[in-house]
Each structure stands twice: as C-alpha cells, then as structure tokens.
C-alpha cells in the first residue's frame, strides 16, 4: 500500500479555517467514503466546513478556484477515476492534477489532493475509509489541507 510511511503528527487545531470539500460523483461508494473521512478529519480539528459536488473529477479545478476566490481558506479536492480501456483515463487525471495544482498556485491557498487514480474499483474501495479499507485518502487529503493552510497563516 502507498501509505506506508504516513506521519503521525498528532492533533490539528483548524479552529477558525474554513474549508470546502469539492467532490465529484462517480463511483459513488468510493466518493462517499473519500467525504466521510475528509469530514471526520475536518470535525475533529474544529475547521468549518461545507460540501459542493461536482459531476465528475475533469469539473474539480474550475470549482475549486470559486470557492478559493470567494473567501475560503482552503479545498479538499476528492474524486475518483478508474482507468478504463481508452485514453480517457489519462486525460482526465492529467486536468484534474494539472488543474487543482494550477488553483493552489493562482490562488497562493491549499487543495487537500483527494482525487484517486486507480486501475480499478478494489483499488479505491482499499483506499476509502470505509470499513475494511486500509487508507482514509479523504482524511488525508483533510489534513494535508489544514496543515497547509497553518503552515501559511505561520509565515
């Protein structure tokens, strides 16, 4: 599993963030188990937060920017793509990456990365939080966001 070596850093306190989580709604087991933990992290460091969804991962970065834009302090991007038999799985990981990098850089404010490319449904179920699953990539995504966000505010 890719997340081995994950830090432990103890406790965030994101009291006073506000963060948005811009999901999209493909593979919906998989995209609700990345907001559940994207959630649970965002409760549990005291951030306020609110949820917009997006039709799909492509449709991330657009929104992201909007809510950077308007006030927020910080995204948590999730998403899920599974490679499929045609190039579209390429194209659409590349404007998404592409896309939520160039937002975070527009805009000087972090987007928690929660978007999972994957070869396929098993892949994302293992990373989703959900029961059984061995990674919470929305709970990451969460917190790599908040910690950014801080990391900012410090400087």
Do not use: C, Y
């Not at 949820?51 to 999730?78: I, K, M």
């Amino acid at each position: 599993m890719s997340g081995k070596g994950v830090p432990d850093r103890g406790h965030i306190d994101a009291t006073g963030l506000d963060v948005v989580i811009v999901a999209g709604e493909w593979h919906e087991t998989i995209a609700e188990g990345l907001v559940a933990g994207a959630v649970r992290a965002l409760d549990a460091a005291g951030a306020t937060h609110r949820l917009v969804r997006v039709p799909g991962s492509f449709e991330l970065p657009v929104v992201a920017q909007a809510v950077l834009r308007s006030g927020a302090d910080a995204v948590v991007a999730l998403g899920v793509i599974i490679r499929g038999g045609t190039p579209h799985f390429e194209f659409v990981s590349s404007a998404a990456t592409d896309g939520l990098t160039r937002v975070a850089l527009d805009t000087g404010k972090p987007v928690g990365f929660g978007v999972l490319t994957l070869d396929n449904e098993q892949q994302g179920l293992d990373r989703a939080g959900l029961p059984g699953s061995h990674e919470d990539k929305g709970r990451e995504a969460a917190e790599a966001a908040l910690r950014t966000a801080l990391a900012l505010r410090s400087l």
